[in-house]
């Protein structure tokens, strides 16, 4: 697959992504580096130990890379997260607000998995 069609997989553009990065080989470097990003993860152990105060942070952190990365609807689904804790406490939304990054979370990187 290429990034071209990754981007376009997800419905979104590289393009957009290129205005910023410049090189699709760096937005490559940076796709394949965001597979060891460890915010998904710790974000998902927060929610385990029902720990909002570190899901928060995740969430926000996971937000801001996805947008940098031109990944818009992980970036838009972490925002939702990032506000609906941000007086670090659960909600009765935070569970299916997290099942909905999750989602796009999963879509990216098996997209990007599938990178040339």
């Known amino acids: 697959m290429t990034l071209s069609e990754f981007y376009s997989s997800l419905g979104e553009s590289l393009d957009a992504v290129l205005e910023r990065l410049r090189m699709e080989s ?42 940098n990365l031109g990944l818009n609807k992980l970036s838009a689904s972490s925002s939702e ?8 406490a659960f909600t009765a939304n935070s569970q299916a607000l997290l099942e909905k990054v999750e989602a796009d979370y999963v879509a990216a990187v098996a997209g990007i998995k599938q990178l040339n």
């Open 81 to 88: 997260l990032t506000e609906d804790l941000r007086p670090e």
């Open 26 to 67: 760096r937005v490559a470097k940076y796709l394949g580096l965001f597979l060891n990003d460890p915010s998904f993860s710790e974000l998902k152990a927060a929610f385990a130990a029902n720990d909002a105060k570190t899901a928060f942070r995740a969430a926000h952190t996971l937000k801001g890379v996805a947008a």
